[in-house]
């Protein structure tokens, strides 16, 4: 009879959470990563902008001076988001951990459950194989007698015959 484990469906659901989870943590690290991206492209602009400001007109330099404001206000929120994104991805982060150390510990209840299932049907072969090989001492030892009580009567008769 084959091994089966009795909390397989609960196993088999842990691991599908799991498994759910992951796809969870990779959005919340693309998250974490488009916004990196997006604080990036707001320092090149802003860099851009200062390039441009010490070649413009000084009329613009008000202009430029607002839009700059607006940049590090932006940058500001940017980094905002992406420390919220953070945050998130952390968080998801534990609940994959957790999920994995459930899976773990019914894997490992598994094994040795399944250990102990081989170690018995070990036992039961040997029980088996030495119940053949008592039967098998019994029947011999039979032999034996029956053997000697025919080599007997044989000597028997010899012994009458002469």
């Not at 916004?35 to 441009?52: F, S």
């Amino acid at each position: 009879m084959p091994f089966r484990y009795r909390l397989q469906k609960v196993l088999e659901f842990r691991i599908r959470k799991k498994e759910e989870q992951l796809l969870v943590v990779q959005k919340a690290q693309q998250a974490v990563f488009i916004a990196e991206e997006n604080i990036r492209k707001n320092n090149e602009e802003i860099e851009a902008t200062k390039q441009n400001m010490r070649q413009a007109n000084p009329m613009m330099y008000e202009t430029y001076d607002n839009y700059l404001i607006h940049l590090w206000d932006k940058a500001k929120e940017l980094e905002q988001i992406r420390v919220e994104a953070q945050r998130r991805l952390d968080i998801e982060k534990e609940k994959l951990v957790k999920l994995e150390q459930g899976v773990k510990v019914l894997e490992k209840h598994k094994e040795k459950n399944k250990e102990a299932y081989i170690a018995e049907e070990k036992a039961a072969e040997l029980k088996t194989f030495s119940e053949l090989g008592v039967t098998r001492f019994y029947r011999q030892n039979l032999e034996k007698i029956e053997e000697e009580e025919k080599e007997i009567l044989k000597q028997l008769e010899e012994l009458e015959d002469s």
